[in-house]
């Protein structure tokens, strides 16, 4: 288990990346149904449109990779 600094700059304890997308999911009040490719995607276009991130910096090939990409741009920090 790693400790991440998330994007609202909250820490949490992580057992895997799909498992947090999942749980970042789940929290949210609206969440009908979990899909991690459909979460990945609408948090890299709210970063697109909202914050002038480029598309391509955010990879949502998998999991670990979308999470990695913050990491890269420097939003996301991984504790432990």
């Known amino acids: 288990m790693k400790k991440i600094e998330w994007l609202n700059g909250t820490?949490?304890?992580?057992?895997?990346?799909k498992r947090f997308i999942e749980l970042r999911?789940?929290?949210?009040?609206?969440c009908e149904e979990v899909d991690n490719q459909?979460?990945?995607k609408g948090v890299r276009n709210i970063h697109v449109e909202f914050y002038g991130v480029d598309k391509d910096a955010i990879d949502i090939s998998s999991e670990d990779a979308f999470i990695r990409s913050f990491v890269a741009l420097g939003l996301v920090k991984i504790l432990e």
């Open 11 to 17: 820490i949490y304890n992580i057992e895997s990346p």
């Open 38 to 40: 459909q979460y990945m």
């Open 25 to 30: 999911q789940m929290r949210h009040p609206f």
